[in-house]
């Protein structure tokens, strides 16, 4: 059984007054909970069915906090209801980064990541929290008609590229922050007797996987376009020419165009692991935290490593919220040089 907390403030019209504000606990009406994290570019969302009389309960864009054991785990608003014949309505409320998925033009130039995405948090009247020095500075990013969220995520990978170091970028409750994975971890061992009901272990090179890196530059000196290739000839004769390519921006330099492109071959040329675990659930656990992972049937997990969460999803059920979580997670070789003792 779980201790949960699901708060609906909403907002409507009262006698003698412009409006009144209202807090409903719907814990004990909530049939079905589930909350789902994800590492890269999806807003965090909450689900949860609530058995109505008439109509619709709860009104677009009534805010939502939700609290398991005592530990906050969403804040967000509600953007869609769902109601049946048989009176069940299922409400889903997004996060902040919800409303980064409007399109907008930006150039920046010298800022860091947080600095960016403070500035568009600013724009869009968002609350920012707690944001770490990444210590690099873009020298020119220039977004016409892109996707805050886009925008904002590109700038996150290339960051990663370009120091070396994961971070993660989401809503805290209510809180865009940005935090260097190291610094987001649990120490409960997931695996072997420990937690986890069920797996499913995957290895592919079809989805996500590149031997050849070809990076691009329009010259406007010449007119014509810089090629920038970097490649292994060892496992293009094992697995054929998968190539990655893009468009890079034309103010980067040689130099600079060519040290992505030996990164990004880096990162790309190699199996792609995933890993998909169903366990008891443990509240606070989210999408781009360090967990430590063991199961003696996988390769490379025989021994404890730690692995990033790709996706958490938490899931509450029955009369007694029965907690429990699937988790997945991928490049299990990524991470090497973490340290969270």
């Known amino acids: 059984m779980s201790s949960i907390t699901l708060q609906v403030q ?8 412009a409006t009144q504000t209202v807090i409903t606990d719907y814990a004990t009406t909530a049939r079905e909970i589930e909350l789902i994290t ?186 014509r376009t810089d090629a920038y290739i970097h490649e292994d000839s060892d496992t293009i004769k094992k697995w054929g020419l998968l190539q990655y390519y893009d468009e890079v921006d034309e103010n980067l330099n040689e130099a600079q165009i060519d040290e992505m492109c030996r990164q990004y071959l880096q990162y790309y040329n190699r199996v792609l692991q995933t890993l998909s675990l169903d366990s008891i659930g443990i509240p606070g656990l989210r999408a781009g935290m360090i967990i430590p992972v063991r199961i003696g049937a996988v390769d490379g997990l025989a021994v404890s490593r730690l692995m990033i969460a790709e996706k958490v999803t938490h899931t509450f059920e029955g009369d007694e919220h029965d907690h429990t979580m699937s988790i997945e997670v991928k490049d299990f070789g990524q991470l090497g040089g973490i340290n969270i003792v």
């Open 38 to 223: 994800e590492r890269f570019d999806t807003p965090g969302s909450l689900t949860f069915t609530c058995l109505e009389d008439s109509g619709v309960a709860i009104p677009e864009g009534s805010s939502v906090e939700f609290s398991v054991e005592g530990v906050k785990m969403f804040k967000g608003y509600i953007f869609t209801a769902e109601r049946n014949k048989d009176g069940e309505v299922s409400y889903t409320a997004r996060d902040q980064l919800r409303y980064l998925k409007a399109n907008a033009s930006y150039l920046f130039q010298n800022m860091t990541l947080p600095q960016i995405i403070g500035q568009i948090a600013a724009d869009f009247g968002l609350k920012v929290g707690a944001m770490e020095d990444t210590g690099y500075a873009f020298p020119y990013l220039d977004k016409e008609n892109e996707g805050c969220l886009d925008i904002i995520f590109d700038a996150l990978a290339q960051t990663i590229v370009q120091t070396g170091k994961i971070y993660n970028f989401y809503d805290n409750c209510g809180e865009l922050c940005l935090t260097e994975a190291k610094n987001m971890f649990i120490t409960t061992l997931l695996g072997d007797k420990s937690l986890v009901t069920d797996y499913t272990y995957k290895r592919d090179i079809d989805s996500n996987t590149y031997n050849r890196v070809k990076l691009v530059r329009k010259n406007k000196n010449s007119g």
């Open 10 to 17: 909403t907002t409507g019209p009262a006698p003698g007054r």
